[in-house]
């Protein structure tokens, strides 16, 4: 028999009103019962969820597409489902299970993307914390068919970044061509989104060339698994240098999830022949300019990489949950959410921060 859950009729959350507005934490938000959830819904009463800078993103209007008002933001989500919509058909979930919330929380499955595997880019694809509300909050509706189950060796905690960040710079690197003893440049790589690379790109047999700056993230990122190093702000000649330590001949591949366009172009100047880009970073407004010349004549390719499907969440999680790759973290509570947003907005924000819904 599935087990028992007692679910409240109100519930601790960070709402925002209006764009200009401040974050409002409450703790007498409806949750949603389980006679109310529609065939194919679950409730999840949530241990944590992440912070990303998305969050900032959505909470700010930043993008052209408006988040939904009032919102309830984030998208890195882990907790127990606690109940399943009445006449839900063939649930590849059930009551009990530890899953996880990430961005793309709904997709039709049956569009062009989502048929080719695309489904991050469905035409009908609902978001958590942006079309939809998301986890910062102590329950949130999502559906079974596209929650991720979280493997047993893995904590809550640990899991949560991976379902965004790990996610992201996992695929990127993934559909970036490069195998085996191939170099890769992922610049921001001391970073909440870089670190994970490292460790990801490690894992998978590449050659990493870390770009960030500072002793500190210099330290961690070779601790783990960087093979070279390249201050920005000490180099005189980023493309040089880089070029230097892949050989002489350029990387094969780059993951840049940088907010603003130039890192772009510099990476075709310090890519090999064939050697592929990835553009990642989702800034607000900023345009992508290549050297149309040096961009036919060494054959490089650009390809945007935008989250994950489902196939790709299992195997970031799986990855991690076997030790191979670590999300450095902080665990805060849920009344922390403002400080967090300033911090990230700063730049201050070493690693990621989860929140505990616990608390
Ligand atoms: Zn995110
Ligand atoms: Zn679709």
Same mark, same amino acid.
């Given at each position: 028999m599935a087990p028992q859950f007692t679910i409240p009729k109100t519930q601790k959350a960070a709402i925002?009103?209006?764009?200009?507005a401040p974050l409002k934490i409450v703790d007498n938000h409806p949750v949603k019962q389980p006679s109310e959830l529609a065939p194919g819904e679950c409730l999840v009463e949530l241990d944590c969820s992440g912070v990303c800078h998305t969050d900032l993103h959505a909470r700010n209007n930043d993008w052209p597409l408006p988040a939904k008002l009032p919102l309830i933001g984030g998208h890195e989500g882990v907790g127990r489902i606690v109940a399943i919509g009445e006449h839900?058909? /063939? /649930?590849?979930v059930k009551v009990g299970d530890r899953v996880g919330i990430k961005w793309?929380?709904?997709?039709?499955?049956?569009?062009e993307p989502c048929r080719k595997g695309l489904e991050q880019s469905c035409i009908n694809g609902q978001y958590s914390g942006f079309t939809v509300d998301g986890t910062f909050s102590q329950y949130v509706v999502s559906w079974v068919t596209h929650v991720t189950p979280i493997p047993d060796n893995l904590s809550s905690a640990e899991a949560a970044s991976i379902l965004c960040a790990g996610i992201t710079v996992y695929r990127a690197i993934k559909y970036s061509k490069a195998k085996i003893g191939d170099w890769i440049v992922l610049p921001g790589a001391g970073g909440g989104l870089g670190h994970l690379a490292v460790q990801y790109a490690a894992a998978m047999g590449l050659r990493v060339v870390a770009v960030d700056t500072g002793a500190e993230k210099k330290e961690l990122v070779m601790k783990l698994g960087a093979e070279k190093w390249v201050d920005f702000r000490e180099t005189k000649d980023l493309v040089k240098d880089i070029k230097e330590a892949t050989? %002489?001949? %350029?990387?094969?591949a780059a993951v840049v999830t940088a907010a603003n366009g130039a890192a772009y172009a510099q990476a075709i100047d310090y890519l090999r022949m064939g050697g592929t880009l990835m553009v990642v970073g989702l800034p607000a407004r900023a345009n992508l300019s290549a050297d149309i010349f040096f961009t036919v004549v060494k054959s490089i390719n650009i390809i945007g990489s935008y989250v994950g499907n489902r196939q790709d969440a299992r195997e970031a999680l799986d990855i991690a949950s076997r030790g191979k790759v670590k999300c450095y973290y902080v665990t805060k509570p849920l009344s922390a959410l403002s400080e967090t947003y300033e911090g990230l907005a700063e730049g201050k924000i070493v690693g990621r921060v989860v929140l505990n819904m616990k608390e």
């Open positions: 925002v009103e209006k764009t200009d839900t058909q /063939s /649930s590849p793309l929380a709904y997709s039709c499955l049956d569009c050989d %002489g001949f %350029g990387a094969h």
